[in-house]
């Protein structure tokens, strides 16, 4: 089963607008920790943004927050005041309580969203 | 701190060949995972070593992938009897503290299997 769904193959936004990227998990484990990666063309994964799955606040770096609905369980990218450098492949990840406890860590992706920024 | 390194960058090979891929972590990170990705598709999970233990493997890892730790820094991945299907971006990760810390990527290897 599909653990980590991103629905929104390619997304295009306007340059210095908001744009949300989409993404939601399935678990049974009352603890995980949900990631979020920027893969520009050169291929390298960046990380952007971590939410845990007991935080209480959303998280926010920058320019990245993280819409956290745990009862949806979804954990959807936000990326304000967009930049042409934001174009890039997006992937939302997932690693899960049994990973936290036996300090595996091992993360779950998604097949991840292109996002566009157009000038 | 220079970052997760891999080599080569590049790799064509033709197919029944052997492959190795290298991969050095950022110093002080105990765990390294190895990842493979496909055109179009989000990373799969190979395996992870905590130091030089080669804690857990995909089923994803056939008898023909091995790889190594063995000093509890570099890594290596070899493929044995190369297939077409193996061609991919390999991707090697870094993390030091709890599970859910941030995984450092490297910039990948990318093999063509002729």
């Known amino acids: 089963a599909q653990k980590i769904t991103q629905t929104q193959p390619g997304m295009f936004v306007q340059e210095k607008e908001a744009v949300t990227l989409d993404c939601t998990y399935d678990?049974?484990?009352?603890?995980?920790?949900l990631f979020w990666y920027k893969q520009p063309s050169s291929g390298e994964m960046i990380f952007l943004i971590y939410q845990g799955s007991y935080d209480e606040q959303n998280a926010t770096e920058g320019r990245y927050s993280l819409n956290f609905q745990k009862a949806r369980k979804s954990a959807n990218l936000v990326i304000s005041a967009s930049q042409l450098g934001d174009s890039a492949m997006y992937f939302c990840a997932m690693r899960e309580g049994q990973a936290v406890y036996t300090n595996a860590g091992k993360s779950t992706f998604g097949d991840g969203t292109t996002l566009t920024v157009k000038p | 701190d220079t970052g997760v390194s891999q080599d080569p960058r590049h790799k064509i090979t033709k197919r029944g060949q052997n492959v190795t891929f290298r991969c050095d972590p950022i110093?002080?990170?105990?765990?390294l995972y190895w990842y493979r990705q496909t055109l179009g598709q989000g990373p799969e999970f190979l395996t992870y070593?905590?130091?030089?233990?080669?804690?857990?493997k995909s089923r994803l890892l056939s008898d023909r992938f091995s790889a190594e730790r063995p000093k509890g820094s570099f890594s290596t991945l070899e493929i044995q009897r190369t297939e077409q299907g193996d061609s991919a971006m390999y991707l090697c990760?870094?993390?030091?503290?709890?599970?859910?810390?941030?995984?450092?990527f490297g910039p990948g290897t990318r093999l063509t299997v002729l």
């Open positions: 110093s002080e990170h105990n765990r």
């Open positions: 990760a870094s993390s030091f503290g709890p599970a859910t810390d941030t995984q450092y």
């Open positions: 070593f905590q130091n030089e233990a080669q804690l857990e």
């Open positions: 678990t049974s484990d009352q603890s995980y920790g």
